[in-house]
């Protein structure tokens, strides 16, 4: 296959940024930019049952592989389909039972050399950047990062040495670990709840932004890149690679740290919503710099608590983690503060799991505007947070609440997914059936 391109984009050197994508005509918001089917892709195990490990779709009449008994299909044809990448796991799970257990990053990178070994030449997913140019950054990597790569290189030696034949040696291995660590995906849901993780070439290599003009869904397998901004031929596409809810210092510091580069688009140096993202609670007698940097610290720390406590803590303790943290920085930070919303969110969904609809619908309602101002125009997360609370207000027999909630969620998923997506086809049902 030939180097097409992609039509209305074209690959250059950008400065200080190294290779990315141009658009060479205009754009208009909520057009599509292009579509990138996933070279790779792998269902993540916590969704089995509810989708196709083929083609990504939800439904309740899925059918089970008759060996495993644990991947699910919409039907033969999407279970062919699956075969050559399902195979390498298939007889294993079998095999090795409740001993099955290698991660996400494991299987994806097993599916990837899988199909490397029967791939020959540019597939469709390669237009403007083959798999083999992916950046590695194995020199910027610290110890951490290398001890992770060496447990996932041990991990597919372990389940895949008896399926996969030659694997390649632990070089190449640490090489492509390290690419699908840098440069992989996470396929989401209309509600952004994680559904696997797959590959996509082209996608990769548009360069970051904290004020994107570009958004990423993702139709079954296939991602697809919309503007959210109106773009002129001749300036560079930018997607975001971080959630864009936090101040400068906490988006520098995660890009930093994932992708190894410091971040000098206009929003890291205008820092034009820091201050509304940082807002401190009116008090009578202000708190002084020391405070509020303790006070940011005590955040970062908690927040790094409750990513670990989800792991062993029952969901009691994690929701008396979520509101002790909160009465603390609510002695400084306003009720808007990021770190006060990031926490609120994580009580949200932890409410959800409790299925205390009331303790979540009040949550939201705190998160919901906030969020608005805080992230860029189209964001998912508000589009989100706005599916979440029309389905809580109308399984809480709030039906006005409800159905306008989804109208402001659908008016953003129509910019970002696309008026004809089956997600906005579902919460248009949804509204219907309440008239």
């Known amino acids: 296959m030939t ?4 039509e209305g984009t074209e690959r250059f050197l950008s400065p200080e940024r190294g290779r990315g994508l141009r658009a060479v005509r205009h754009f208009t918001v909520g057009e599509l930019v292009f579509a990138c089917p996933a070279y790779c892709y ?8 509810a989708h196709c490990e083929n083609c990504f779709s939800r439904r309740e009449d899925l059918f089970k592989c008759g060996k495993c008994k644990q991947a699910y299909y919409c039907n033969v044809d999407c279970q062919r389909s699956d075969w050559p990448m399902h195979k390498l796991e ?12 290698p991660s996400e990053t494991v299987r994806l990178v097993a599916r990837l050399i899988a199909k490397q070994k029967v791939t020959t030449g540019r597939t469709t997913s390669e237009r403007v950047l083959l798999l083999r140019e992916f950046e590695s950054h194995l020199d910027k990597m610290d110890d951490e990062k290398d001890e992770m790569n060496q447990a996932d290189i041990v991990a597919i030696h372990h389940f895949y040495s008896k399926h996969i034949s ?12 390290a690419q699908v660590n840098c440069n992989g995906f996470t396929i989401e849901d209309e509600e952004l709840s994680h559904l696997g993780s797959a590959v996509f070439p082209d996608v990769a290599l548009m360069n970051h932004s904290c004020s994107p003009n570009v958004i990423v869904t993702y139709k079954g397998t296939v991602a697809e890149v919309r503007a959210v901004q109106d773009i002129n031929p001749g300036e560079e596409i930018f997607n975001s690679y971080i959630d864009l809810l936090y101040p400068t210092e906490d988006r520098k510091e995660r890009l930093l740290d994932s992708y190894f580069f410091t971040c000098q688009c206009t929003e890291c140096t205008s820092k034009s919503k820091d201050n509304e993202k940082m807002e401190i609670r009116k008090l009578k007698s202000p708190p002084e710099l020391e405070e509020i940097q303790s006070m940011v610290q005590y955040a970062k720390n908690v927040i790094e608590e409750f ?4 792991h062993y803590k029952t969901p009691s303790e994690l929701l008396e983690i979520c509101e002790l943290s909160q009465e603390k920085m609510g002695t400084i930070f306003a009720d808007t503060n990021v770190y006060m919303l990031h926490m609120m969110y994580q009580a949200m969904g932890v409410c959800l799991y409790m299925q205390d609809w009331d303790g979540a619908m009040s949550y939201g309602e705190k998160i919901i505007h906030p969020y608005s101002v805080h992230y860029p125009a189209y964001s998912l997360n508000v589009a989100s947070m706005y599916l979440k609370l ?26 970002a997914h696309g008026k004809d997506h089956h997600y906005v086809a579902e919460v248009k049902r949804e509204i219907e059936e309440q008239k």
């Not at 792998?42 to 089995?48: A, C, D, G, I, Y």
């Not at 007889?91 to 099955?100: D, F, I, L, S, T």
């Not at 909630?405 to 910019?415: D, F, G, H, W």
């Open 3 to 6: 180097n097409e391109g992609i």
């Open 42 to 49: 792998v269902l993540t195990v916590n969704e089995r049952a």
């Open 90 to 101: 298939c007889v294993a799970m079998v095999a090795y039972g409740e001993n099955w257990c």
């Open 166 to 177: 030659d694997l390649p040696d632990e070089q190449a291995l640490t090489e492509l670990f």
């Open 307 to 310: 990513r670990r406590a989800k």
């Open 390 to 415: 029309g389905r809580l207000y109308l399984g809480l027999e709030k039906k006005k609440q409800g159905v306008k909630a989804l109208k402001k969620a659908i008016a953003i998923m129509e910019m």
